[in-house]
């Protein structure tokens, strides 16, 4: 990855302020995706990867706060801006895919309000071009008779379906960077097999950056270009899709890519990392892993810096794995 | 569409048959009317030749099949007490008691939803929380303890409205409104907001939880992720979702506030159905009284059916006689 990428996000910390406590739910986050590349931003539930999207779009509300960090966008320290040059970029150069697509479109609008008024709230455009850019965007994710579609409501398609629309939403900008919030959890193998394989034509297509944000590896190990491991709000290890899945280095990756089931290990117990992802409000200095990691020692009561073992490869651990 | 209506049709009608044999049993409970209309110096032959003239003399379920048969060719009976028409007696009365009604509404519905989505969005926010505190007062305090406050300040102390009646009206369509004349509209309002305040509380409070519930949902962050501004997510996303359980409230709302502006009609003087209903109980007038309730639950069943169709045109997902095509 040569020259300034698309997008850095720099010591990213967004904390919630809440009458319990500071919840820091991103705390301290860096990666940087390339124009047309594709990053896999991987976590468990709670781990702060949806919060990190969020704060990208500036989606944050109360008591949710950036409190420190750089989001370098295309030249643009995103944090810096006010509400309505947020507004500006949101839906026109960074668009967002939401993981319930039952959740995403809301229910009591047709399809066309919802894509027309995305087209609208960027350009200065008649309502007969809009609908000409919903119809081609409709037809670019695969969606047959988009005219008879656009007249719909939401209920009169299936998951699978108002997921391309959302899709189609998110694209019908010319977006430079996408973030997908597990688009396809929520759908079935085939379907997800499908909506995969049409995000990654259209991204390509048309040069359009991706981050992926899911807990599934396997879906990365096929998508992406690099991968970002987070865990507990934190940042864990990054590198490209062949270094993190083969040699993981962190013992959470490890653990991680251990927890997949295989083939090759037909019959054996899985293995799974043991113990609980801690909560975020009672989160103390050090590494957050330790409570549940094989490798820990009293070293790791203190936070370990992030150190670059090999170039494009970065890490935050004090032992890692050979 | 159709077949929804003549089903519609059909059931309240059936309504209305079961509801009038109760108000019919129930009025004939409360007494004998026949003590009150005759003179107290009668004697027992004049009391008997009245209760004939009324139709008194006659078995309970003969005196129902008389109403019944009556009620078919559009006759309610005759007020014992004026000796008219007693649906004349309440079309006379209605247009008050609806005017009203409707302004009461308006406010309710120009302020609530508003102020309603205000405490929605900014729940913590010290404006949230007055409309709030606002709206338990608006609750709890009783409508005739609000009317006589109202009075005492507005037209005894500082004198700027009338009290009672509903001043200089005009005549539309054979129809005399209030709210068309600056006087009328001077007498109107107090008693409407007399008569809002309760429904307004009701609506803010229905706003708010509709709101509070609606922005936590994806639709929402979806919407403000396409980079709409606020007026849109707000106006459009969060409020055409929110209003269905609101229209629905609305129009049971509007029945009770038309149904029951009795307390209000008796403080302000305002000649509508509500004074004329309390009358005709303390006068046992019968056909007054069971015509009343018919017509009230006529609007009732109307404003239903109004409801269900706003429904429809508010929610996709809801299709009037379920011919839903996919």
């Not at chain 1, 709670?46 to 960090?69: A, F, N």
């Not at chain 2, 008997?48 to 006659?58: C, H, N, Q, S």
């Not at chain 2, 009783?142 to 005549?171: D, H, K, Y």
Request: glycine share 10%; with cysteine.
């Amino acid at each position: 990855m040569s020259g300034d990428p698309l997008l850095r996000v720099e010591g990213l910390r967004m904390h919630f302020f809440t009458k319990a406590g500071v919840v820091k739910a991103v705390d301290d986050v860096s990666f940087s995706v390339g124009r047309g590349e594709i990053l896999g931003l991987v976590g468990e539930s709670g781990s702060g990867k949806s919060m990190t999207g969020y704060s990208i779009l500036g989606l944050i509300d109360p008591p949710g706060r950036i409190v420190d960090g750089r989001i370098d966008f295309d030249g643009i320290d995103l944090t810096r801006l006010d509400a309505a040059a947020w507004r500006a970029i949101r839906g026109n150069r960074i668009a967002m895919i939401f993981q319930d697509p039952m959740m995403t479109l809301n229910p009591v609008l047709r399809i066309d309000t919802q894509i027309i008024e995305a087209v609208q709230a960027h350009a200065d455009v008649s309502r007969e071009s809009a609908i000409a850019r919903a119809r081609e965007a409709l037809v670019r994710v695969g969606i047959a008779s988009p005219d008879e579609r656009l007249r719909a409501y939401p209920h009169q398609f299936s998951g699978g379906m108002r997921q391309r629309v959302a899709i189609a939403i998110a694209l019908v900008n010319g977006p430079d960077l996408i973030i997908a919030d597990e688009p396809t959890t929520a759908l079935d193998v085939t379907i997800q097999g499908q909506i995969l394989f049409e995000m990654q034509k259209v991204c390509r297509e048309s040069g359009t950056a991706l981050i992926w944000i899911t807990h599934d590896l396997s879906v990365i190990a096929g998508l992406a270009d690099e991968v970002c491991v987070m865990y507990a709000g934190r940042f864990v290890e990054s590198g490209t899709v062949a270094d993190i899945l083969d040699r993981p280095l962190h013992p959470y990756s490890r653990g991680l890519i251990d927890s997949v089931p295989s083939r090759n290990e037909r019959g054996r117990p899985l293995r799974q990392i043991p113990g609980m992802t801690p909560s975020l409000l009672s989160l103390g200095p050090g590494c957050p892993f330790r409570e549940r990691c094989t490798s820990a020692s009293p070293r790791c009561v203190e936070s370990p810096d992030v150190t670059e073992p090999s170039p494009g490869r970065r890490l935050r651990c004090f032992h890692p794995s050979a | 569409m159709l077949a929804y209506a003549i089903r519609r049709f059909g059931q309240s009608f059936f309504v209305l048959v079961l509801m009038s044999f109760l108000v019919f049993v129930g009025v004939y409970a409360i007494g004998n009317p026949v003590e009150l209309l005759v003179n107290p110096q009668a004697d027992d032959a004049e009391r008997i030749r009245a209760t004939a003239a009324l139709g008194l003399d006659k078995a309970f379920l003969e005196q129902y099949w008389v109403f019944l048969k009556g009620a078919a060719s559009g006759d309610l009976g005759r007020s014992f007490v004026y000796n008219v028409p007693a649906l004349s007696l309440i079309l006379d009365k209605l247009p008050a008691t609806i005017e009203l009604a409707f302004v009461a509404m308006v406010i309710a519905i120009a302020l609530g939803i508003p102020l309603g989505l205000v405490a929605g969005l900014k729940p913590d926010s010290i404006l949230g929380r007055g409309i709030m505190a606002g709206s338990i007062l608006g609750f709890s305090l009783p409508t005739f303890w609000v009317g006589l406050v109202l009075i005492m300040v507005f037209s005894v102390q500082l004198g700027w409205l009338p009290s009672n009646g509903r001043g200089e009206t005009v005549t539309v369509a054979g129809v005399p409104l209030s709210f068309l004349t600056a006087d009328g509209l001077l007498h109107l309002a107090m008693p409407a907001v007399n008569l809002a305040l309760f429904k307004l509380s009701l609506l803010i409070r229905l706003t708010r939880a509709g709101t509070r519930e609606a922005v936590l949902q994806d639709y929402v962050k979806f919407a403000r992720a396409k980079g709409l501004t606020q007026g849109r997510v707000i106006g459009v996303h969060v409020l055409k979702n929110i209003l269905i359980p609101i229209v629905t409230v609305i129009g049971l709302e509007l029945g009770s506030v038309i149904a029951f502006a009795i307390v209000t009609e008796s403080i302000f003087a305002w000649p509508g159905t509500g004074k004329l209903l309390i009358d005709s109980i303390n006068q046992l007038d019968r056909p007054v009284i069971v015509a009343y309730l018919l017509v009230i639950v006529t609007l009732f069943i109307f404003i239903n059916f109004v409801v269900d169709v706003l429904y429809s045109m508010l929610d996709p997902r809801v299709r009037l006689g379920g011919a839903a095509s996919h």
